[in-house]
Nanobody, 133 residues
Framework: QARLVESGGGLAQPGGSLRLSCAAS????????IGWFRQAPGKEREAVSC????????YYTDSAKGRFDISGDNAKNTAFLQMNSLKPEDTGVYYC??????????????????????????RGQGTLVTVTL
């Protein structure tokens, strides 16, 4: 059974770092694009960063540029999101999703994945990130 499991969330102080993981099972990520999305309390889900495992193309939204780094490890079948210089507004539930068809490019996953969330091939359950003093 195909599955995505996020981990690595937790409590961090402003300026701190966290590294999120998105582990895939039941399928291999080498033919997929992975997107990290987040949903803050009371707000809509938004894209953060996306990576195409086939060509390593990446896409960062403005909120992630310069602070976050997305990567993938084919051997571990896992995607990562290194988050640095965290801000309170980074607080939220972080989800990873995978798609190899309609949203198989990093930019299309990030730009359109939120609006088509229910149609993405695989979606994780999320991990909570809280940034506070």
């Amino acid at each position: 059974q195909a599955r995505l499991v996020e981990s690595g969330g937790g409590l961090a102080q402003p300026g701190g770092s966290l590294r999120l993981s998105c582990a895939a099972s039941g399928f291999t990520l080498d033919r997929y694009t992975i997107g990290w999305f987040r949903q803050a309390p009371g707000k809509e889900r938004e894209a953060v960063s996306c990576i195409n495992f086939k060509n390593n193309n990446t896409y960062y939204t403005d909120s992630a540029k310069g602070r976050f780094d997305i990567s993938g490890d084919n051997a571990k079948n896992t995607a990562f999101l290194q988050m640095n210089s965290l801000k309170p507004e980074d607080t939220g539930v972080y989800y990873c999703a995978a798609d190899g068809l309609a949203f198989g490019k990093a930019d299309s996953m990030c730009l359109m994945g939120r609006a088509h969330w229910d149609f993405l091939e695989e979606r994780g359950q999320g991990t909570l990130v809280t940034v506070t003093l």
